[in-house]
């Protein structure tokens, strides 16, 4: 058996091994490692996470017992000292020797310390490993505590240096970053993009000083300040060091390896060093006289070495090697690819700044306006993954390349295409060097069924997730593609669609929703599946939004509509939009009494917005003292049935109008149902009603009444559809009853009727079959179902006052009677309105 | 407006220095949650009777800076759980505080502790 030693446990020293085992041949090795800190490799990229949460295990690439899993012998806490490149073996300081017949040295990396006078001093840092990080926080908060506004810098505004200036902020000290160029992210981005970058990090609190050399540390023994020139000095409490690596390459120095003229240890492009059994990888591999600073080349070299020592002499390290990155630094998006900035011969660039709103977009486009060079994107980087393909597999610009920036004008929107149109070749997930072709073919060829399958098999998205969209994208087409349905499943605690999962809590009389996650389900719900499953009980049993509050929306669990800044709206039910002038002055006195802004709907009723959590047990005792209930319009539920006048007062009017629509709202007034409900009445055919914009729509014609249903206004307005013509009352009311009962049992989530009716096979005139014809012998069932509802109504209202455990939901703090300070309201127009939003 | 959320720093168990008496169990509903106030912090307590577990976080939404988290639906998404903003729907991992759908600044999570029908909440300060 042949040895393997690996000399670094970094992030490309752990992809090494990863793809090592993966490598079918790989039985005939033995594969060794040494780090010399003290746990196994952790995800250096996601350092500045530390300081969130202090959990080293969740930076982890994999346990120690990964290790021996795979039958790798780990060996942290060891240095290697010595290579003896004749004898092939290595030595550690702790007196070990190995031998080897492959050595690969995946060292990685230091930080490169400036050599300025008094860097030694208390209170400097360097920023690269957990340690580091941990005598950073222990040092910053002594300082805080004896100094509330302590200062520290970060020297370097380059990638590292901005995640430093980071974990200052989360440290609670004022930081600045001090750039010797004169821009942030010198390698990265152009003069004016670093200026956007830097307006919104001084909005964010942090300092940006830039073309400033320190020249001195100032302080006795710990550091109180730097000097950069005459009269030029910032104090600070501690200083952080960011400023650049250098390889760490004494072991290739002290075996006598080629090395290059300022360190790193020269490689060909099979990764291998002037000894053809020795390879070096990552961050120490001088490779085109470069160094390369990034995870993903690492990982790319890392593949290189593994195929190489396998006997697949063929994989090589490509010449050129793509730096594009995009990264979000501190909620801020930052991404360039190709040439970021460039000289004018070699193209022309199309620039989008908005310093308003800390934006600034680049793209490089070559003389003929054919191809893309490269581009910048500060504060929006979510058209990076295309604009990166486009770039990477040199594909056409469209005619209009500024639409690439500042988006497609008029319909349509994007200015790119699928990502299914991007070649095979196109490499989607750049850290795990994985292609279109790649996931597809996981697809296609039934390794992987779903996002999660590919994922694991093809170890996309796992790096920086960048590439997320595009995968999810390309998997979802691919499987429509193979004529896979993508089934409507409620959630992933639910495997059934609403419809399935109606059926079976009816058959199996399922009525908490803890029991239906017990026989159905599967760990905890979530937003989708709870109010799914209370829409589903109310159908069933019609209890009312009380009986299980914790699984209602929120809107139904306060039984009022969340607004802008937490407060609620209050609309009672004002049936057909007719109230008495005594139940107008209630609402009067009552919105007064609460200060409420009030406005009247368009489903002609009056909305009180502006109430607090606190106040609505009482608003609405003082509303159901005069008479009032519920309107649910916090609910999907029946929300109005509006009316004309009609034949009470209209000279044109056919019936009444106000009669029908208040008998009707009366009717189905509470009742749950996937969506909101919206119903209207019209007294003839001018329609001042408005009916065949609602969910169901009645007419007065000669002779009775014309039923239409499945319409709504919204954002795609939908006329609705005529059921049936010149019908009486009691006949409306029946096909009513047997209509919505339908829609609610079959239809999915917050899927309105007229979607509804579109997915329904045969569309209208199969609807006329089940309602009008009753071609599935259930028109008797749904009517009864109906009926069951009508009779069970309860004002949910009423519940809630008088009912003293419910009313205690119903305090913004449990542990005080004070209200929320964070309410904030401003004077609109003689009354008010919530203060704007900023964000 | 951010400086409203500076008010909300993530607590892990060892730095607690207070164990603030918040409320008694009884008053955070099972599976679901409630707000308490903590000097000028208001704090999401949240109780998940069902693995018979309680989280807390900052009521304030990274959003749209709104007090409302303890009013949103609880759950879990792989095994992660998680707290959904009544507002828009934006998720927040109860244990980590990360964004589950979505770019927005994590929230901060406080350490819970149960004491003889007692909830009790550490802060660092």
């Known amino acids: 058996m042949k040895t393997v030693i690996v000399v670094g446990n970094g992030m490309v020293g752990y992809k090494f091994c990863e793809k090592f085992i993966a490598t079918p041949s790989n039985n005939a090795y033995k594969l060794i490692v040494f780090g010399d800190e003290p746990r196994p490799a952790y995800d250096r990229v996601h350092l500045s996470e530390y300081f969130e949460n202090q959990d080293a295990k969740a930076l982890e690439l994999a346990p120690a017992t990964w290790y021996k899993k795979n039958g790798i012998e780990l060996i942290t806490g060891q240095r290697v000292t010595d290579i003896k490149k004749e004898k092939r073996e290595i030595h550690t300081d702790a007196g070990d020797s190995h031998s080897y017949d492959y050595l690969v040295l995946a060292t990685g990396s230091v930080p490169f310390v400036p050599p300025i006078s008094g860097v030694e001093k208390e209170g400097v840092f360097v920023y690269r490993t957990i340690e580091d990080l941990e005598e950073m926080m222990a040092y910053a908060s002594q300082i805080k505590a004896i100094k509330p506004n302590g200062r520290a810098a970060i020297l370097g505004g380059g990638l590292l240096g901005l995640e430093a200036g980071k974990a200052v902020l989360d440290m609670g000290l004022e930081p600045h970053v001090v750039e010797f160029a004169p821009k942030l992210m010198p390698r990265q981005l152009d003069s004016r993009s670093s200026n956007v970058l830097q307006l919104k990090l001084e909005s964010m609190g942090i300092q940006v000083h830039l073309s400033k050399a320190a020249n001195q540390i100032l302080g006795d023994k710990v550091i109180e300040g730097m000097e950069f020139g005459e009269d030029d000095r910032l104090d600070v409490d501690m200083l952080i060091i960011s400023a650049g690596i250098r390889p760490r390459d004494e072991l290739g120095r002290t075996c006598g390896l080629e090395m290059g003229t300022r360190g790193g240890i020269v490689v060909n492009n099979k990764m291998q060093t002037s000894a053809e059994d020795i390879f070096a990888i990552g961050e120490v591999a001088l490779y085109n006289q470069m160094i390369y600073g990034l995870v993903a080349p690492g990982y790319e070299m890392a593949d290189v070495a593994v195929n190489q020592i396998l006997g697949n002499r063929e994989v090589v390290m490509p010449d050129d090697i793509d730096m594009s990155t995009k990264l979000k630094l501190m909620g801020v998006d930052v991404a360039s690819f190709g040439t970021p900035y460039m000289p004018a011969d070699r193209g022309l660039s199309i620039i989008f700044e908005n310093k308003t709103k800390h934006l600034y977009k680049r793209i490089n486009v070559s003389h003929d306006r054919k191809t893309l060079l490269g581009g910048i994107l500060v504060g929006d980087a979510s058209d990076y993954n295309m604009l990166h393909q486009m770039y990477l597999n040199g594909m056409a610009l469209p005619e209009n390349a500024e639409e690439l920036i500042v988006g497609a004008r008029g319909e349509g929107g994007s200015a790119f295409g699928s990502a299914m149109d991007l070649p095979d070749t196109a490499q989607i997930c750049s850290c795990e060097s994985i292609t279109k072709g790649n996931i597809c073919s996981s697809l296609l060829d039934g390794k992987s069924e779903s996002l999660k399958d590919v994922i694991q098999c093809t170890k996309a998205t796992t790096g920086c997730g960048g590439c997320k969209p595009m995968v999810t994208e390309l998997v979802n087409e691919t499987l429509k593609s193979m004529g896979k349905e993508v089934k409507d499943v409620i959630c992933e605690h639910f495997e059934y669609t609403r419809q399935e999962l109606y059926g079976i809590v009816k058959v199996k009389g399922i009525s908490t929703y803890n029991e239906a996650l017990d026989k159905c389900g599967k760990g905890h719900g979530c937003e989708v599946c709870k109010p799914a499953l209370a829409s589903i009980f109310a159908t069933i049993y019609n209890d009312t939004a009380n009986k299980e509050d914790v699984i209602q929306d929120s809107n139904d669990r306060f039984l009022a509509n969340i607004q802008r800044n937490g407060s609620y709206s209050v609309v009672p039910r004002i049936p057909g939009g007719e109230i008495t002038p005594d139940k107008l002055i209630v609402l009067g006195d009552v919105a007064k009494e609460y200060g409420l802004y009030t406005k009247i709907t368009g489903g002609q009723r009056i909305d009180l917005f502006g109430a607090e959590l606190n106040d609505l047990p009482a608003i609405w005792k003082k509303l159901i003292d005069a008479g009032f209930e519920s309107g649910h319009a916090y609910g999907k539920a029946l929300r109005t049935v509006k009316s004309c006048v009609g034949s009470t007062w209209c000279r044109y009017g056919m019936d009444e109008s106000v009669s029908f629509a208040i008998e009707l709202e009366d009717r189905y007034k509470g009742i749950r149902s996937p969506h909101k409900l919206k119903g209207g009445v019209s007294g003839c055919i001018r329609e001042c009603a408005e009916a065949r914009g609602k969910d169901f729509g009645v007419i007065a014609v000669e002779g009775g009444w014309n039923l239409y249903v499945c319409g709504n206004g919204g954002a795609t307005p939908k006329h609705a559809q005529l059921l049936a013509e010149q019908i009486d009352n009691e006949t409306v009311i029946k096909y009513l009853d047997r209509f919505l009962m339908y829609y609610i049992r079959t239809a999915a989530p917050l899927m309105r009727t007229a979607a509804w009716l579109e997915k329904l096979e045969g569309g209208i005139e199969q609807l006329k079959k089940v309602v009008v014809e009753d071609s599935l012998n259930i028109a008797q069932e749904l009517e009864m179902d109906m009926q069951s509802l009508v009779d069970k109504y309860e004002c949910e209202w009423k519940q809630a006052v008088e009912n003293e455990e419910i009313g205690k939901r119903f305090k913004h703090f449990v542990n005080t009677d004070d209200r929320d300070d964070n309410l904030v309201f401003v004077p609109m127009r003689e009354q008010k309105m919530p203060e704007p939003w900023t964000n | ?125």
């Open chain 2, 1 to 125: 407006m951010d400086t409203l959320l500076q008010h909300y720093n993530p607590v892990s168990t060892n730095q607690v220095k207070t164990w603030f008496k918040a409320c008694l169990e009884k008053d955070i509903p099972e599976n679901g949650g409630a707000c308490i106030k903590y000097q000028n912090k208001q704090i999401a307590i949240f109780n998940y009777k069902r693995k018979q577990k309680w989280y807390a976080c900052q009521n304030l939404c990274p959003h749209k800076m709104e007090m409302v988290l303890s009013r949103g639906m609880i759950g879990d998404t792989e095994g992660i759980p998680k707290i959904a903003c009544p507002m828009h729907k934006k998720t927040f991992s109860l244990e980590t505080g990360e964004n589950l759908n979505g770019d927005l600044p994590s929230i901060a999570t406080f350490p819970v502790k149960l004491e003889n029908g007692f909830v009790y909440i550490g802060f660092s300060e």
